[in-house]
């Protein structure tokens, strides 16, 4: 019967209902089958979850859950934290900036608000920036540029890790340019930088391009400062007492 039962769901897509029909509890039929396809749907959007998350290409499975959120982190005016983690900014495909020093805990957020996107079915992307740019100029070289922009159309959310760490060629920094360009009010935008948009001419060499770029970055953008020491930093020294 349960190979029987297996097949027929199968045949009907019907992915977990065989494994799970004898867990639910029965009161009547209708409730049962309520429960049954709701439970149903929840194990496939969990399922969708984890491809999303594995297609995002974390770094680390660091998540808004463990996040500590300290008087650091200067929220813009229009902005709260419930704003922000609501996600709304991705539905009006607007952009989140984080400046700050290293270890203040800009990426840990980036991450986590990229892991809750792709809990809420949103398809996203990570990139160290440095690892972008040489994917783009790979790609140039290899006559793959349309094919590398083309896999990025249906993704909503795009998180740049390091914006100012490594400086930049002209090159990478156009193809860069040219790439957040196609994004501008096509898709959101998570940004995060050791560096305040005044100093940006230090890996962009061309000050027009930076200026445009920023420009771009920005119009629809909530920029968030990242004060204080870096949490790293203080770690490894309170370990070392």
């Not at 199968?10 to 396809?37: C, G, H, M, W």
């Not at 790979?138 to 006559?143: F, V």
């Not at 948009?197 to 119009?219: E, G, K």
Request: contains cysteine; positive net charge; glycine residues 4%.
């Amino acid at each position: 019967m349960r190979t029987d039962l297996k097949e027929l769901c199968k045949s009907l897509r019907i992915a977990y209902v065989a494994n799970v029909y004898e867990q639910i509890d029965f009161t009547n039929p209708e409730q049962y089958l309520q429960d049954l396809f709701c439970e149903e749907i929840r194990l496939r959007e969990q399922a969708k979850s984890m491809r999303l998350i594995k297609k995002a290409r974390f770094l680390d499975k660091k998540s808004l859950h463990d996040y500590e959120w300290t008087e650091q982190i200067r929220f813009p005016v229009q902005l709260t934290r419930e704003d922000l983690c609501s996600l709304q900014f991705i539905e009006k495909k607007q952009n989140v900036v984080l400046v700050g020093s290293p270890g203040t805990g800009k990426t840990h957020l980036a991450t986590g608000l990229g892991r809750k996107a792709c809990e809420e079915g949103y398809e996203v992307r990570f990139y160290r920036v440095a690892h972008l740019v040489e994917e783009l100029e790979s790609a140039l070289r290899i006559n793959r540029l349309s094919a590398f922009r083309k896999r990025l159309e249906k993704v909503d959310l795009v998180i740049l890790d390091e914006i100012g760490y490594l400086p930049f060629s002209k090159e990478g920094a156009e193809l860069l340019f040219q790439l957040i360009s196609e994004f501008y009010e096509q898709k959101s935008l998570i940004i995060t930088s050791n560096l305040e948009f005044s100093q940006w001419n230090r890996i962009f060499t061309d000050s027009r391009l930076t200026a445009a770029l920023v420009d771009r970055l920005i119009h629809h953008a909530h920029i968030l400062s990242f004060h204080g020491e870096s949490y790293r930093l203080a770690n490894a020294l309170s370990k070392r007492k």
